[in-house]
């Protein structure tokens, strides 16, 4: 007998739960530096030091899609790792900078969870999220939605491998 943690699926979820990341993440400044290359995004505000130092913000931002990327990334453990498709992210909103050095954590409530219409594996889960650092500043909040599977979805029933080999070791 295997016990395995599969993720939440759409029985579990219900409007008003509470999920907090278990992980942080600190954003460094390679990670802006190679954002901001790898995204084309050609704001000095996110590399130029000297250019940022002469804003009211001192230092280089990080690029706000990636701190949206981040806390989303720290989200799906709680929410969506069942998901079988993302349909929206809505009122995204930066109410404090992101800088290189701070670290971040994701907070989601579920908002809404309804059966699909057009597929009878999944329903519609919808949540807001917002990332929080580590001074207890909320520095990005949204709302998402998704497609996520029903626990006997077909589509994702025994997905591990079978094995018919013995352990070797003891």
Not at 70 to 79: E, M, N
Not at 95 to 121: F, H, N
Not at 127 to 155: H, M, W, Y
Request: glycine share 6%; aromatic share 10%; net charge negative.
């Amino acid at each position: 007998m295997s016990t395995q943690w599969r993720g939440r699926f759409l029985e579990d979820f219900t409007v008003g739960d509470v999920y907090r990341s278990r992980l942080g993440r600190t954003l460094e400044a390679v990670d802006n530096t190679w954002f901001t290359l790898l995204t084309m995004n050609t704001n000095q505000m996110h590399f130029n030091a000297q250019y940022a130092a002469r804003t009211e913000f001192g230092q280089p931002l990080v690029v706000s899609t990636l701190t949206l990327a981040i806390v989303v990334g720290l989200s799906v453990a709680d929410t969506s790792e069942n998901a079988a498709a993302n349909l929206g992210w809505d009122n995204i909103k930066l109410p404090k900078p992101v800088y290189a050095g701070d670290t971040i954590w994701a907070e989601s409530e579920v908002l809404s969870v309804r059966e699909s219409k057009s597929r009878p594996s999944c329903g519609i889960v919808g949540i807001r999220t917002r990332g929080i650092n580590q001074r207890g500043e909320v520095v990005i909040e949204f709302t998402r939605s998704f497609l996520c599977f029903k626990r006997d979805a077909p589509e994702i029933v025994d997905v591990f491998p079978v094995t018919e080999e013995n352990w070797t070791v003891s």
